[in-house]
């Protein structure tokens, strides 16, 4: 690991000064799970890293009155997999923060850690993006929103300037008919990467499915939405048959590349029977 | 040394499950590694490393890195005299002189006050090189006009196969003219293949892959290097053999052995890895330089990169067999990818692939094949879990084929003591039966069909089992064990232990003495002080160290009698050692105690003669050992993810001196098996760089993927062992890979042939296949 500087704002506006002030290849450190990997290997040598422990507000979630949630950007994964009311409305986002690294890595890594390197492949996003969250984002120029399936702009890129940071992500309650789920395969049971994520949240009115999202991680440069399948699903009753078209459409929003985590051929596979799974699944708790 | 020793009462030595004394300060954090040690001017290591695997090196410009505050000494191959340009291992290419040939091969060697200037100072070397063409697949390498690997005339290396001591007979031929990545060649044949395969009825012919896999002992490559003014080195390493590190480092830095002390530290695990020397010559080189201590430690991505994993190997089988059952012919070529130095134990997959299943005809042809990737070494076992995955698995296929009993068949065709091994050797005694047939006798492997039908929620459930096993190693050692001047022993040795093998050999020596454990204190000695011994390596520490120490003990125990015989005036065979005293015989109350004995041995003006047992022997008779594994497995035919439910090492230890340390190797070993089986490859691209560099995609099993892991011993005494204890440390690794592709063809239907056995290959596999 080469030498930096740390520095240690204690407020969100000391940051953001911090930031203003601080060469342009600095980095922020959250959980550190990926960034410290990246340091020790050489593959980063910031000359300056911006340590976000000491900002409290990062690190609250706030559920109120059924205007849907907010969460911290240094909420930890262990906090979403644990947190009454993310598991209450929110579960596959509980679900995705359940599956990262290990029990100790999930204490550690942060949701804001895990959007903002923007890896295709991060568990956190599939769920953010079939709830329609929004990303929160501070910097000199003040607060500004953008939706998530627009924050990521590429592998490791993401629309936010070096001067700004993610504060929170803004989600909007899905409602008590919804049910959502998120499943991903890896060839180990913990500490290992999705080869394909998928999350699925099925909103239901009067028997019929009023609202249908489909995400999908590591199978594009960024997450993506099966539109198309979305779409298969919207307006109709939901049945096995129907699950398993949408899951079939579902494939052809990914453009996967083959790589030493699995060829295009095998996620294609993933995404059509991860698909059919968190349907099935997000139908069962959308009518229970 | 067969001959069970016979004391006059029990004594707490062999046998008994006593936990390791060191486990505690393990597992506390308080024992001290390589990597602990902070002597006064401690200086850090760097090294720059390739990023091709194939280039020229046009130019190196170490000035800027030189200049760097903090930097102690940048050196490059031209600052080191010694080195040579046909450099024979990886120990002697300390730096890469006028080309690189693998990616990940050092160039540069900085020392520095702290690690990150060392990183620092790396940066700033500019090295220019001009890339060369890639010789990255093993199947290409060995063809006549591809890109050479080693330079012309560079010796092949056979030394690791001698070092595991298991096979001879077999004639290897080293170098084609035409062919240049062909480093070594043998070829093992009896009978007549054609006629055979002509009269076969049913002939199954298969390519087996197995990747390299890396050796992930938790603790990396470490070295310390402190040189006297005198020229005396000493190194504190992390190694399987400190005199073997002594003799690679004094014949690399052409140094009298006698001026090098190799202190042997905790090792970390070595399982092979570090067996031969690897940063040791480098850290030497800066230490001389900088006249400081230096210290190396490599990092994980450098041990994936950079270090000495185990060959791939491919494996093209042939087998025919009449209806009845007969075995008919075999026909193999087995191709040992070696990387970038040659070393492979080419003779070992041809032995075990024509040897463990008795076939009349039979020609295997061995390719040692060298490619620009890091050179391999040892681990666990080398080539045995490859070859016996594609045997085992065949004999599987073949059976299933025949529509007969999966064990049943391979009891009959399975060698026994006296049958001749393809090099034409007389197997030795062994419990391959008895390890079988036990295994077989296990519930979950009469129940399996009933496990089959159990499946449900869209799974598959299956059951396989495997037979493998390690021809052992030998190699000469030594220990003296001392009777202290208050009654206690002292065992030495200099023998590394890696595996729990220092409590195995102290209750060695308690039982042959005739005292119990409490009263032995055994002692791993440097280089300087210990008696030469070997590599604590093809599972023979305890098998050959084990005599060594038995002997000593008893030739200490014979001292002390005489002694005791003078000042009792008895005769010697009227005297037995109970407890704390020598007494004699039938007369409780007339004795001398150990304590009195020890301390005239130390006393000024005293007559009587220290207690020194000594025992320093060679061997010539290896002890076979086996292990049986069965899995019982659930696959997800979507996803093809298999869970283990359960799973059953069954092994022949000879006998246990210390059954809990045993049934450790047991399970690590089979931990090890199943990681080769399921999750493990290094994975290069076609430039013949690393892609997954880092122990997140490089996939070793954890705790969460592992089910209860059940251990059985088998005790069948092999006939020279230390009271007829067996190596028990490989075989464990060997059988895994075999079991599970056999479960996963019980489960599914389908019959994997490259490993690992991964949730891809299993469910593209399934949906082919419907």
Redesign the interface.
């Known amino acids: 690991?080469?030498?930096f500087e740390l520095v240690l704002p204690g407020s969100l506006d000391e940051c953001v000064k911090a930031l203003a002030q601080a060469p342009a290849d600095s980095k922020l450190l959250a959980g550190g799970t990926d960034l410290l990997?990246q340091l020790?290997?050489?593959l980063l040598?910031p000359a300056c890293v911006i340590d976000l422990s000491g900002i409290p507000r990062l690190r609250s979630i706030e559920a109120g009155n059924g205007q849907g949630l907010r969460v911290g950007s240094a909420v930890t994964a262990r906090t979403l997999e644990l947190d009454r009311a993310v598991r209450a409305n929110y579960l596959s986002l509980a679900e995705s923060g359940a599956l990262v690294g290990?029990v100790q890595v999930r204490n550690l890594a942060t949701l804001g850690g895990n959007i903002c390197n923007a890896a295709p492949s991060a568990d956190m996003a599939p769920p953010l993006l079939a709830l329609d969250a929004e990303a929160v984002i501070t910097g000199p120029k003040g607060e500004r929103r953008v939706p998530i399936a627009a924050f990521f702009t590429g592998v490791r890129r993401t629309v936010l300037a070096p001067d700004e940071l993610l504060v929170e992500l803004a989600i909007p309650n899905p409602g008590s008919h919804s049910g959502g789920s998120y499943l991903r395969?890896t060839?180990?049971?913990?500490?290992?990467?999705a080869?394909v994520g998928v999350a699925s949240q099925l909103t239901l009115a009067n028997g019929r499915c009023a609202k249908a999202r489909i995400a999908l991680a590591a199978v594009a440069p960024v997450p993506v939405r099966a539109t198309a399948a979305e779409q298969a699903l919207e307006g109709q009753a939901v049945t096995p048959d129907l699950i398993k078209r949408a899951a079939d459409l579902a494939v052809e929003a990914a453009r996967p590349i083959s790589?030493?985590?699995?060829?295009a051929?095998?996620r294609r596979?993933?995404v059509r029977?991860l698909t059919r799974r968190t349907l099935t699944t997000a139908l069962a708790r959308a009518g229970a | 040394m067969s001959t069970v020793m016979k004391t006059t009462r029990d004594v707490k030595g062999i046998g008994l499950s006593i936990p390791r004394p060191d486990g505690p300060d393990k597992v506390t954090g308080q024992v001290q590694y390589v990597a602990d040690l902070n002597p006064r001017g401690l200086l850090h290591a760097k090294l720059l490393r390739s990023p091709h695997a194939h280039a020229k090196i046009v130019r190196i410009d170490v000035s800027r890195a030189r200049a760097l505050p903090g930097v102690r000494a940048v050196l490059t191959a031209a600052d080191i005299p010694v080195l040579k340009k046909k450099a024979p291992t990886r120990a002697h290419a300390v730096l890469a002189i006028d080309r690189v040939v693998f990616a990940g091969q050092p160039v540069a060697a900085v020392a520095a006050d702290e690690?990150?200037?060392a990183?620092?100072a790396l940066?700033l070397i500019d090295v220019q090189y001009e890339v060369l063409p890639v010789a990255a697949d093993p199947l290409e390498s060995m063809k006549p006009g591809a890109p050479p690997v080693a330079e012309l005339g560079t010796e092949a290396d056979t030394s690791e196969a001698q070092a595991h001591g298991s096979v001879a007979g077999v004639t290897t031929e080293v170098k084609s003219s035409k062919a240049v990545n062909i480093s070594q060649q043998a070829r093992l044949q009896r009978g007549d293949v054609a006629k055979a395969f002509a009269e076969s009825d049913v002939v199954i012919e298969n390519t087996y892959r197995v990747p390299m896999v890396h050796q992930g002992y938790l603790e990396p490559h470490a070295v310390l290097a402190q040189w006297d003014t005198a020229g005396n080195l000493t190194l504190w390493a992390s190694t399987q053999g400190s005199f073997n590190t002594r003799s690679e480092v004094a014949d690399v830095l052409e140094l009298p052995e006698n001026r090098i002390k190799v202190i042997p530290m905790e090792c970390g695990g070595g399982f092979g890895g570090k067996i031969r020397a690897l940063c040791e010559p480098i850290t030497a080189v800066l230490a001389r330089a900088t006249n400081r201590p230096v210290r190396y430690v490599m990092?994980r991505?450098e041990e994936l990169e950079a270090g000495m994993p185990a060959p791939q190997v491919i494996i093209k089988l042939k087998t025919g067999v009449k209806r009845d059952g007969t075995l008919m012919a075999l026909e193999a070529e087995a191709i040992l990818e070696s990387g970038a130095f040659s070393g492979a134990v080419l003779a070992v997959a041809g032995v075990f692939l024509a040897s463990l299943y008795l076939w009349p005809h039979f020609d295997v042809k061995g390719f040692e094949v060298l490619t620009h990737k890091p050179s391999i070494a040892a681990y666990r076992a080398p080539v045995a879990p490859q070859t016996i995955f594609a045997i085992d698995s065949q004999m599987e296929q073949i059976a299933r084929k025949l529509g007969v009993d999966p064990v049943e068949f391979r009891l009959r065709h399975l060698q026994r003591e006296g049958d001749k091994m393809a090099n034409n050797q007389p197997w030795l005694s062994n419990g391959g039966v008895e390890v079988l047939t036990r295994l077989a006798e296990h519930p979950f492997w009469k129940k399996r069909a009933e496990w089959k039908a159990s499946a449900k929620d869209g799974k598959l459930r299956g059951t396989g089992l495997s037979l493998g096993g390690w021809l052992g190693g030998l190699q000469p050692t030594g220990a003296t064990v001392r009777l202290n001047p208050d009654g206690t022993l002292q065992v030495l040795t200099g023998q590394v232990d890696i595996a729990g093998t220092n409590i195995a050999l102290a209750q060695i020596a308690a039982t042959a003495y005739g005292v119990d454990i409490d009263k032995v204190k055994i002692t791993t000695g440097d280089t300087d002080v210990a008696p030469l011994t070997g590599l604590s390596a093809g599972s023979k520490t305890t098998y050959t160290v084990g005599v060594a120490v038995m002997q000593a003990a008893q030739n200490a125990r014979n001292q002390t009698l005489e002694i005791a015989a003078k000042e009792l005036e008895a005769s010697v065979h009227d005297l037995e050692i109970d407890g704390d005293r020598v007494v004699v015989r039938g007369v409780p109350d007339k004795g001398v105690t150990l304590a009195s004995i020890g301390k005239k041995g130390n006393l000024y003006m005293s007559k009587v003669e220290p207690v020194l047992g000594a025992s320093h022997p060679a061997f010539s008779v290896q002890a076979p050992a086996f292990c049986g594994q069965l899995a019982r497995i659930e696959v997800d035919p979507?996803?093809g993810?298999v869970t283990l439910h359960n799973f059953v090492v069954v092994q022949d230890v000879g006998k246990a001196i210390n059954p809990a340390q045993i049934e450790g190797q047991m399970q690590g070993g089979a931990v090890q098996s199943l990681g080769m089986a399921?999750?493990e490859a290094l994975?290069y691209d076609d430039k013949a760089r690393l892609?997954?560099p880092?122990?997140?995609?490089y996939?070793k099993?954890?705790a969460?993927?592992l089910p209860n892991i059940e251990t059985i011993i088998v005790e069948k005494p092999a006939p020279h062992g230390p009271f007829g204890a067996r190596g028990v440390g490989e075989p464990p690794i060997v059988p895994a890979p075999a079991a599970i592709a056999n479960a996963i063809e019980d489960a599914t239907g389908v019959r994997l042939t490259h490993l690992p056995l991964?949730?891809?290959r299993i469910?593209?596999a399934i949906?082919s296949a419907s």
Do not use: C, Y
């Open positions: 690991m080469r030498r990997p020790k290997n050489g040598k290990s395969h060839p180990r049971r913990e500490l290992d990467i080869v790589d030493q985590r699995g060829s051929d095998f596979h993933l029977v | 690690p990150a200037i990183e620092e940066d990092t991505r979507d996803t993810e399921l999750t994975m892609t997954n880092s122990l997140l995609d996939r099993l954890t969460a993927d991964s949730p891809e469910a593209l949906a």
